[in-house]
């Protein structure tokens, strides 16, 4: 991994946990965590995010799962950014692909929200990966082309220093199914390269591209250790302080290797 680039590692949450839970696995994280030099960050439920938030004590970044684009109005249902800001979210997920494929968020959507987090001052991790069938189609890189062309549509290249592009492909999001770091790195320097095209080569050795799908803390070495990975988003793995905690010390390692 470059040492210009700080590892980024996030533990999404999803849809799990309750009060408690929230409170003992965010305060035995930061018991176990030990990861000088890596940015560390955890995107509780939204019904949490002001009591995980009141109970980091460290430098951990607290993240939201989504947010809404416009201003508070009339959207049942939805958070917008003040409420998230109020919260003391710092950072925010976007194009999930549990949002994207679930629930159906277009590309386009996910470009409002990506642009509506940098614009009120939140860092973006944008979310973009593959399906099982576009891969078996050959359709990886395009996919991945498409989804980071749309998604950071009208972003500019300043703005881009408050992005992470986390590439998540679909078919390994909490399957077991890890692709192989050579795999990853493909994908990986693809994405450098195409934000070099889109950007300047300046841009492209700056942004952080992290993985996520089925990352355990017996994986997160040799996949960390690649060139272009610069971290990892958790899912299954971010609800145990001790694996998560283990990946974190990964990404702290890949620096010196
Ligand atoms: P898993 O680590 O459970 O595969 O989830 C990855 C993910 O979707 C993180 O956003």
Same mark, same amino acid.
């Given at each position: 991994?470059?040492?210009? #680039?700080?590892?980024?590692?996030?533990?999404?949450?999803?849809?799990?946990?309750?009060?408690?839970?929230?409170?003992? %696995?965010?305060?035995?994280?930061?018991?176990?965590?030990?990861?000088?030099? /890596?940015?560390?960050?955890?995107?509780?439920?939204?019904?949490?995010?002001?009591?995980?938030? +009141?109970? =980091?004590? +460290?430098?951990?970044? %607290?993240?939201?799962?989504?947010?809404?684009?416009?201003?508070?109005?009339?959207?049942?249902?939805?958070?917008?950014?003040?409420?998230?800001?109020?919260?003391?979210?710092?950072?925010?997920?976007?194009?999930?692909?549990? #949002?994207?494929?679930? =629930?159906?968020?277009?590309?386009? *959507?996910? +470009?409002?929200?990506?642009? #509506?987090?940098?614009?009120?001052?939140? &860092? @973006?991790? %944008?979310?973009?990966?593959?399906?099982?069938?576009?891969?078996?189609?050959?359709?990886?890189?395009?996919? +991945?082309?498409?989804?980071? #062309?749309?998604? %950071?549509?009208?972003?500019?290249?300043?703005?881009?220093?408050? /992005?992470?592009?986390?590439?998540?492909?679909?078919?390994? =999001?909490?399957?077991?199914?890890?692709?192989?770091?050579?795999?990853?790195?493909?994908?990986?320097?693809?994405?450098? $390269?195409?934000?070099?095209?889109?950007?300047?080569?300046?841009?492209?050795?700056?942004?952080?591209?992290?993985?996520?799908?089925?990352?355990?803390?017996?994986? @997160?070495? $040799?996949?960390? @250790?690649?060139?272009?990975?610069?971290?990892?988003? &958790?899912?299954?793995?971010?609800?145990?302080?001790?694996?998560?905690?283990?990946? =974190?010390?990964?990404?702290?390692?890949? *620096?010196?290797?």
């Amino acid at each position: 991994m470059s040492t210009l #680039r700080t590892p980024f590692v996030g533990g999404n949450w999803k849809m799990n946990t309750n009060a408690a839970e929230g409170y003992s %696995l965010i305060d035995s994280i930061q018991k176990q965590m030990q990861g000088n030099g /890596v940015d560390v960050a955890v995107f509780p439920p939204f019904p949490y995010l002001m009591s995980i938030g +009141n109970a =980091i004590q +460290n430098q951990t970044v %607290l993240g939201a799962q989504d947010l809404w684009h416009s201003d508070n109005g009339a959207f049942t249902g939805e958070v917008s950014t003040d409420m998230l800001k109020d919260c003391g979210v710092k950072a925010v997920l976007t194009g999930h692909s549990e #949002r994207r494929h679930v =629930i159906g968020e277009s590309d386009g *959507l996910v +470009n409002q929200k990506t642009k #509506r987090a940098l614009e009120t001052g939140f &860092i @973006a991790v %944008l979310c973009i990966g593959e399906q099982l069938e576009e891969r078996e189609a050959g359709q990886t890189d395009a996919v +991945n082309e498409r989804q980071i #062309r749309a998604g %950071l549509d009208g972003v500019s290249e300043s703005q881009l220093e408050s /992005v992470v592009i986390a590439y998540e492909p679909v078919w390994a =999001i909490g399957t077991g199914k890890t692709a192989t770091p050579e795999d990853a790195q493909d994908a990986h320097a693809k994405i450098r $390269e195409l934000i070099g095209q889109m950007y300047s080569p300046a841009a492209a050795s700056a942004i952080r591209i992290i993985y996520g799908g089925s990352m355990k803390p017996g994986n @997160a070495p $040799e996949l960390m @250790a690649m060139p272009d990975i610069d971290g990892g988003l &958790i899912g299954g793995a971010s609800l145990k302080a001790e694996d998560f905690c283990g990946i =974190i010390s990964a990404a702290q390692g890949s *620096l010196v290797s």
